[in-house]
């Protein structure tokens, strides 16, 4: 079973960093890809990035490529995502999501979901 509950979001000003944390609780967290997701008010979900599960290859949007970093460490069962030189439009409730297929830069692809966590950026 695989249960994910993301924190770390918050209010920031243009240009300052945030990093999000998603804990697994369930026993089979290393066996799979972790993808972070975001979804504006009146906007679809997008993807952002996603990590294999063993963490050697990553994926970006283009949108937050050179800002934002995944990682995960699977003994703590935790995948982050280190926001840097964060924009007004970056503001959204950040998802994290656990699939079976890499790179997953698709919803559909994922079969487990977080509830969420809110980033403001401020301009």
């Known amino acids: 079973q695989v249960q994910l509950v993301e924190s770390g979001g918050g209010l920031v000003q243009a240009g300052g960093s945030l990093r999000l944390s998603c804990a697994n609780s369930?026993?089979?967290?290393?066996?799979?890809?972790m993808g972070w997701f975001r979804q504006a008010p009146g906007k679809e979900r997008e993807f952002v990035a996603s990590?294999?599960?063993?963490?050697?290859?990553?994926n970006y949007a283009n949108s937050v490529k050179g800002r934002f970093t995944i990682s995960r460490d699977n003994a703590k069962n935790t995948v982050y995502l280190q926001m840097n030189s964060l924009k007004p439009e970056d503001t959204a409730v950040y998802y994290c999501?656990?699939?079976?297929?890499?790179?997953?830069?698709?919803?559909?692809?994922?079969?487990?979901w977080g509830q969420g966590t809110q980033v403001t950026v401020s301009s």
């Open positions: 990590i294999s599960w063993i963490g050697d290859s990553t």
């Open positions: 369930g026993r089979t967290f290393s066996s799979y890809t």
């Open positions: 999501a656990a699939g079976l297929l890499f790179p997953g830069a698709v919803a559909h692809e994922y079969d487990y």
